[in-house]
C-alpha cells in the first residue's frame, strides 16, 4: 500500500515513493497532502492490486501444491520397491516429514497473510496519526486566528467607544468655549 507517508520505501501498488527531502522534515501540511494523495491512488488501483496478490498467492500456492504431491507420488513409487525393513521405516518418516512440511506450508501462507495484515494495519495507524495530528494544528491555528480575532473586534469596538466619545466631547466643547469672536467682542469691551 501506499499510505506510508514517506514512512518507508513504499508507494502506491507497492512502488517505490519519490524520496522525501532528507535536508530537512516534509511539513506536517506536506505529509498530509501527501496521505491524501496515496490514499486517492490506493483507492484507484486497490481492486487491481487485490486481484494480482490473490492470483500471485494462489500460483505460489498452487506451485507448492504440487510440489508436494509430486514427492507424495514419487514415495508412493517408491514404497513397493522397498523390500527390507529399513527402507520401509525411512520411506514412512518421509511421508510424515512430507505430511508435516504441507501442515508447516499452511501455516506459514495463514501466518504472512496476518504479518501483511499488521504490516498494513502499522501503515494505516501511522498515517491516522498524520490526519489527527493535521487536524489538532488546524484547530490550534483556528482558535490562535479565533483569539486575534475577538481581540480585533475589542480593539475596534473600543477604538469606536473612543471616538465616538471624542466627537461627543467635540461637539460639547464648542458650547462650552465662545466663539473667537466673541472672545475678541469681550477683550474689547
Request: glycine share 4%; net charge positive; with cysteine.
Amino acid at each position: 500500500g501506499g499510505l506510508s507517508v514517506c514512512l518507508s520505501a513504499r508507494g502506491p501498488g507497492g512502488f517505490p515513493c519519490a524520496p522525501c527531502p532528507t535536508s530537512r522534515p516534509p511539513t506536517l501540511q506536506a505529509a498530509f497532502a501527501h496521505l491524501a494523495l496515496a490514499f486517492r491512488c490506493d483507492v484507484f488501483t486497490l481492486r487491481q492490486r487485490v486481484q494480482v496478490e490473490k492470483r500471485a498467492r494462489d500460483a505460489a500456492e498452487e506451485n507448492i501444491q504440487e510440489e508436494l504431491g509430486q514427492c507424495r507420488a514419487a514415495l508412493e513409487r517408491l514404497g513397493p520397491s522397498c523390500a527390507d525393513a529399513g527402507c520401509k521405516e525411512t520411506l514412512e518418516q518421509l511421508q510424515r516429514s512430507l505430511a508435516v512440511l504441507a501442515s508447516a506450508v499452511e501455516r506459514a501462507t495463514s501466518a504472512a497473510e496476518k504479518l501483511g495484515a499488521v504490516h498494513q494495519e502499522a501503515r494505516m495507524s501511522r498515517a491516522a496519526e498524520v490526519m489527527v495530528q493535521h487536524v489538532e494544528n488546524l484547530k490550534r491555528h483556528h482558535m490562535r486566528e479565533h483569539a486575534e480575532l475577538e481581540e480585533m473586534k475589542r480593539l475596534i469596538q473600543q477604538n469606536s467607544r473612543n471616538r465616538q466619545l471624542a466627537e461627543t466631547q467635540d461637539d460639547a466643547e464648542p458650547r462650552l468655549r465662545p466663539h473667537p469672536l466673541m472672545r475678541t467682542f469681550q477683550q474689547v469691551t
